[in-house]
């Protein structure tokens, strides 16, 4: 399962708000040291109830805008 993502990283609290096929999460870690993208692959793998490995970002790694792939 793919799925498109919109990040905004060191946001003052955290949120998931679906937005037609984008999902958009405002994470409270900063864009540095892959941290945003390490807790957006920890909220989508609890909202979609697989494991943490089972997320990977396929594209947009330094980008606000990402690909994520979903193994069930």
């Given at each position: 399962?793919?799925?498109?993502?919109?990040?905004t990283p060191g946001a003052k609290r955290e949120r998931v708000e679906e937005k037609g096929e984008i999902l958009a999460i405002s994470v409270r870690e900063p864009a540095q040291g892959n941290q945003a993208n390490t807790?957006?692959?920890?909220?989508?793998?609890?909202?979609f109830s697989v494991p943490f490995g089972k997320v990977r970002i396929l594209a947009g790694h330094?980008?606000?805008?990402?690909?994520?792939?979903i193994d069930r």
């Open positions: 399962m793919y799925l498109k993502v919109f990040v807790r957006v692959r920890a909220i989508v793998a609890l909202r330094r980008s606000r805008s990402k690909m994520l792939s």
